[in-house]
């Protein structure tokens, strides 16, 4: 049964995020700096930390790496669920998921380049 249900939330979160997504415009989109800050943290300086963290932990390997790929990875459409559930404006939560995929194909290999260079 667990099953059943964990196999539509993907679709239907994707469907949700998808018409929200359509209804927004670029003008729409804006560029504030705490929305940067938020994208800064989340790609780069939170996985950063969990490197330093699981380093000192004497975690290495597969281990490591699942670990710090899992914290590299961009904002979840979970965010702009939450958003259209308390009945806010998305466009804010739209716009930091979008920029925060969009910039994971640099961050993410960018977090291995240096978890490799240094730890």
Known sequence: ??????AINTPLSMLVIGNSFANITLKDCR????LVAAVI???LIYPLLTVVVISFLGITGMAQAAVVLMMAC?????VVLFTLQQHEDPSPAITLMSLSTLLSVITIPLVFIISREFF
């Open 41 to 43: 943290l989340r790609n």
């Open 31 to 34: 560029l504030s700096w705490a």
């Open 74 to 78: 961009p904002v979840a459409g979970i």
């Open 1 to 6: 049964m667990i099953n059943d249900i964990s």
